[in-house]
C-alpha cells in the first residue's frame, strides 16, 4: 500500500512537474517576446519594466513551488526510507513472502525507475531556474542599456532640435540676402538687355555700312581689272597707248551704234576665216578615208543582217529541236511515272509557250490516292520519287552509256523503294548505273557490291560481292 501510495504520489508530482516545466517555457516564450519588443521599439520602456517585475514575480512563485516540489521530494524520500526499514524490520516473514518477492523487486525497480526520473526532472528544473536568472540578469542588463540610450537619444534629440532652430534662423537670413540678390540681378539683366539692343542696332547699321563698302570695294576691283584689260587690249591688238588713242580717236557721239558697227565687223573677218593653202590635199584625203569606211560600214551592215538571220533559223531550230525533245519526254515521264508510283499520272507544263526558248516548266503529279498538285505541295519521298521518274524519262529520250546515282532513295519508303530497284533492274539493259545506296531494297536488286570496311584503325579496304556468282553457286 506504501508503495502504492509513494508511487501515486511520484505520478502527482511528475504532472506536476511537467506543469511548471510548461509554465516556464510559457515564461522563457514571454520572456523572448518581450526582449523582441524592447529591442524593435525603445518608447515602450515602462510597459516593458512592468512586464519584467510580473515575469520576476511568476519566477518567485516557479522557486517557491520548486521549493515546494523539493520539500514533497524529501518527504517521499523519507517515506521511502521507512519503507525501507518496514521492509528490514518485516526481513523474518522472508519466506512467507517468497512467492512475491519478484513481483516486489519489479515495483521494486519501477519506483527506482520513477525516483531516478524524478530526480533528473528535478535536476533539469534546476538548471532550467538558473538558465531563467541568468537569462533575467541579462534582460535587466540589456534594459539598463536601452534606458541608457533612450537618455542619450532625448539629448541628441534636444541638440538637434537647437541646431534646427539655427539652421531656420540661418535660412531666413540667407533668403533675405538672395531675394536682395536676385532683385539686383534681375535690374542688371534688365539694363544689360537695353545695352545689348542699342549694341545691336548699332552692329546692324555697322554690318549694312560694311556691305555697301565691300560692295564698292568689289565694284571699284572689277572696273579696275576691266579698265587693265581694256588698255591691254589696246595695246596688244592696236599697239596704240590711251592717250594716243585718245588723240587720234574721239569719242564718238552714238556709242551703241558703233559698238554694233564693230561686233558687225568682227563677225565679217571671222566669216573669211584662214586660208588654207593645203585643202586640195586634205579634201583628198578626207574622200578616200570616208569612201573606206563607207564600205567598211555596207559591209557591217550585210553581216550584221546575215548574223540576225542565222540567230532566227537557230532559234527556230532551238525551238522546233526542244519541242521534239519535251513532248517526248513529256510522254515517257507519265509511263514512267505510273510505273514507279503503282499507279498516277503525272504531267510537264510549259509556263509560257510562246517564247519556247525562254519557257519555264512546270511538274504536276497525281499520286494513287491523291489530286492532282503541284511538285512543291508533295511529300518529300513523293517529290523525290517524282524527280527519279522525270530522270528516267530523259534517259528513255536520250539513252547514256552509264549513270551516277547517290542515295536516289534515301526519302523512299520500303515500298517505293523495291519498285524503285526494280525499274533501275529493267532500265539497266541499255544503260549501266552506279547507285551509292544503303537501302537493303536497292542492294538485292544489284548486279554487284562494292563496301568499304575498317578492319583496321585508320585502314579502309574495299570489299566486293558478285551476287549473279553467289546465285549460281546457291543453285
Same mark, same amino acid.
Given at each position: 500500500?506504501?508503495?502504492?501510495?509513494?508511487?501515486?504520489?511520484?505520478?502527482?508530482?511528475?504532472?506536476?512537474?511537467?506543469?511548471?516545466?510548461?509554465?516556464?517555457?510559457?515564461?522563457?516564450?514571454?520572456?523572448?517576446?518581450?526582449?523582441?519588443?524592447?529591442?524593435?521599439?525603445?518608447?515602450?520602456?515602462?510597459?516593458?519594466?512592468?512586464?519584467?517585475?510580473?515575469?520576476?514575480?511568476?519566477?518567485?512563485?516557479?522557486?517557491?513551488?520548486?521549493?515546494?516540489?523539493?520539500?514533497?521530494?524529501?518527504?517521499?524520500?523519507?517515506?521511502?526510507?521507512?519503507?525501507?526499514?518496514?521492509?528490514?524490520?518485516?526481513?523474518?516473514?522472508?519466506?512467507?513472502?517468497?512467492?512475491?518477492?519478484?513481483?516486489?523487486?519489479?515495483?521494486?525497480?519501477?519506483?527506482?525507475?520513477?525516483?531516478?526520473?524524478?530526480?533528473?526532472?528535478?535536476?533539469?528544473?534546476?538548471?532550467?531556474?538558473?538558465?531563467?536568472?541568468?537569462?533575467?540578469?541579462?534582460?535587466?542588463?540589456?534594459?539598463?542599456?536601452?534606458?541608457?540610450?533612450?537618455?542619450?537619444?532625448?539629448?541628441?534629440?534636444?541638440?538637434?532640435?537647437?541646431?534646427?532652430?539655427?539652421?531656420?534662423?540661418?535660412?531666413?537670413?540667407?533668403?533675405?540676402?538672395?531675394?536682395?540678390?536676385?532683385?539686383?540681378?534681375?535690374?542688371?539683366?534688365?539694363?544689360?538687355?537695353?545695352?545689348?539692343?542699342?549694341?545691336?542696332?548699332?552692329?546692324?547699321?555697322?554690318?549694312?555700312?560694311?556691305?555697301?563698302?565691300?560692295?564698292?570695294?568689289?565694284?571699284?576691283?572689277?572696273?579696275?581689272?576691266?579698265?587693265?584689260?581694256?588698255?591691254?587690249?589696246?595695246?596688244?591688238?592696236?599697239?596704240?597707248?590711251?592717250?594716243?588713242?585718245?588723240?587720234?580717236?574721239?569719242?564718238?557721239?552714238?556709242?551703241?551704234?558703233?559698238?554694233?558697227?564693230?561686233?558687225?565687223?568682227?563677225?565679217?573677218?571671222?566669216?573669211?576665216?584662214?586660208?588654207?593653202?593645203?585643202?586640195?590635199?586634205?579634201?583628198?584625203?578626207?574622200?578616200?578615208?570616208?569612201?573606206?569606211?563607207?564600205?567598211?560600214?555596207?559591209?557591217?551592215?550585210?553581216?550584221?543582217?546575215?548574223?540576225?538571220?542565222?540567230?532566227?533559223?537557230?532559234?527556230?531550230?532551238?525551238?522546233?529541236?526542244?519541242?521534239?525533245?519535251?513532248?517526248?519526254?513529256?510522254?515517257?515521264?507519265?509511263?514512267?511515272?505510273?510505273?514507279?508510283?503503282?499507279?498516277?499520272?503525272?504531267?510537264?507544263?510549259?509556263?509560257? /509557250?510562246?517564247?519556247?526558248?525562254?519557257?519555264?516548266?512546270?511538274?504536276?503529279?497525281?499520286? /494513287?490516292?491523291?489530286?492532282?498538285?503541284?511538285?512543291?505541295?508533295?511529300?518529300?519521298?513523293?517529290?523525290?520519287?517524282?524527280?527519279?521518274?522525270?530522270?528516267?524519262?530523259?534517259?528513255?529520250?536520250?539513252?547514256? /552509256?552509264?549513270?551516277?546515282?547517290?542515295?536516289?532513295?534515301?526519302?523512299?519508303?520500303?515500298?517505293?523503294?523495291?519498285?524503285?530497284?526494280?525499274?533501275?533492274?529493267?532500265?539497266?539493259?541499255?544503260?549501266?548505273?552506279?547507285?551509292?545506296?544503303?537501302?537493303?531494297?536497292?542492294?538485292?536488286?544489284?548486279?554487284?557490291?562494292?563496301?568499304?570496311?575498317?578492319?583496321?584503325?585508320?585502314?579502309?579496304?574495299?570489299?566486293?560481292?558478285?551476287?549473279?556468282?553467289?546465285?549460281?553457286?546457291?543453285?
Amino acid at each position: 500500500m506504501k508503495l502504492e501510495d509513494l508511487r501515486r504520489d511520484g505520478d502527482e508530482k511528475r504532472l506536476e512537474e511537467q506543469r511548471v516545466s510548461g509554465d516556464l517555457k510559457q515564461l522563457e516564450q514571454e520572456l523572448r517576446h518581450v526582449q523582441e519588443q524592447v529591442e524593435s521599439t525603445g518608447a515602450e520602456r515602462s510597459g516593458f519594466e512592468s512586464e519584467v517585475r510580473t515575469l520576476e514575480e511568476t519566477r518567485k512563485q516557479a522557486s517557491a513551488e520548486l521549493e515546494r516540489l523539493e520539500k514533497e521530494e524529501k518527504e517521499a524520500h523519507e517515506g521511502i526510507r521507512n519503507a525501507e526499514s518496514a521492509r528490514k524490520a518485516n526481513e523474518s516473514a522472508k519466506e512467507e513472502l517468497q512467492g512475491k518477492l519478484p513481483s516486489m523487486k519489479v515495483s521494486e525497480g519501477k519506483l527506482d525507475q520513477e525516483i531516478f526520473s524524478l530526480e533528473e526532472q528535478l535536476r533539469r528544473l534546476r538548471q532550467d531556474a538558473g538558465s531563467q536568472d541568468k537569462e533575467l540578469r541579462q534582460n535587466r542588463n540589456l534594459l539598463h542599456t536601452i534606458e541608457q540610450d533612450l537618455a542619450s537619444n532625448a539629448l541628441e534629440t534636444v541638440k538637434q532640435k537647437e541646431d534646427l532652430n539655427s539652421y531656420r534662423l540661418k535660412k531666413e537670413e540667407t533668403a533675405g540676402t538672395l531675394d536682395l540678390a536676385r532683385a539686383e540681378r534681375s535690374a542688371l539683366t534688365r539694363k544689360l538687355e537695353l545695352e545689348e539692343g542699342k549694341t545691336k542696332d548699332q552692329r546692324q547699321a555697322l554690318r549694312v555700312v560694311e556691305d555697301k563698302l565691300r560692295s564698292t570695294e568689289v565694284s571699284v576691283g572689277r572696273l579696275d581689272v576691266e579698265l587693265d584689260n581694256i588698255l591691254r587690249k589696246l595695246s596688244d591688238d592696236y599697239e596704240l597707248s590711251y592717250e594716243l588713242a585718245k588723240q587720234r580717236y574721239p569719242v564718238p557721239e552714238d556709242v551703241p551704234a558703233a559698238q554694233a558697227d564693230v561686233q558687225r565687223l568682227k563677225r565679217s573677218i571671222s566669216a573669211l576665216g584662214e586660208v588654207n593653202l593645203g585643202a586640195i590635199e586634205e579634201y583628198q584625203r578626207v574622200h578616200e578615208r570616208y569612201t573606206f569606211l563607207s564600205g567598211q560600214k555596207d559591209d557591217l551592215v550585210e553581216a550584221k543582217t546575215a548574223l540576225y538571220q542565222v540567230i532566227r533559223e537557230m532559234e527556230d531550230e532551238m525551238s522546233k529541236r526542244f519541242k521534239q525533245t519535251f513532248d517526248a519526254i513529256r510522254k515517257q515521264f507519265g509511263t514512267v511515272f505510273s510505273k514507279l508510283f503503282g499507279g498516277g499520272r503525272a504531267d510537264l507544263m510549259l509556263l509560257d /509557250p510562246e517564247h519556247m526558248l525562254e519557257t519555264g516548266i512546270d511538274i504536276v503529279a497525281q499520286p /494513287p490516292g491523291k489530286k492532282l498538285q503541284n511538285l512543291q505541295l508533295l511529300s518529300g519521298g513523293e517529290r523525290a520519287l517524282t524527280a527519279m521518274a522525270l530522270l528516267f524519262a530523259i534517259l528513255q529520250v536520250k539513252p547514256v /552509256p552509264f549513270c551516277v546515282l547517290d542515295e536516289v532513295e534515301a526519302a523512299l519508303d520500303e515500298a517505293n523503294v523495291v519498285r524503285f530497284a526494280q525499274y533501275l533492274r529493267e532500265f539497266s539493259e541499255q544503260t549501266q548505273f552506279i547507285v551509292v545506296t544503303h537501302r537493303k531494297g536497292t542492294m538485292e536488286e544489284a548486279d554487284v557490291l562494292y563496301g568499304v570496311t575498317m578492319e583496321e584503325g585508320g585502314v579502309s579496304k574495299l570489299v566486293s560481292v558478285r551476287l549473279e556468282d553467289e546465285e549460281a553457286e546457291i543453285a
